[in-house]
């Protein structure tokens, strides 16, 4: 399935939650509803938080893969909703 084509993209690899949600949410607010966020985050609190969160607050999940040649990185990506 192939998957759409990030308008925007983020590394939260390197932060800690709660820092990995605001700055996804941040990040959203910036873009208008349709549009394509991807995010690298790690494996932990970030990958079971993160998705959750967005789709708690009306975000659309589209995927969540790991990358392949990165073990416990993350690609999450993310339709913003209205």
Do not use: H, W
Not at 6 to 20: F, G, R
């Amino acid at each position: 399935m192939a998957t759409a084509t990030p308008d925007q993209k983020i590394d939260i690899t390197t932060d800690v939650c709660p820092m990995t949600f605001v700055r996804t949410r941040l990040k959203l607010e910036t873009m208008t509803p349709g549009q394509v966020l991807e995010v690298t985050l790690s494996n932990g609190e970030p990958l079971k938080n993160v998705p959750r969160s967005v789709t708690e607050m009306g975000d659309e999940v589209i995927e969540l893969v790991e990358i392949a040649d990165t073990p416990g990185i993350y690609r999450l990506t993310i339709r913003k909703g209205s």
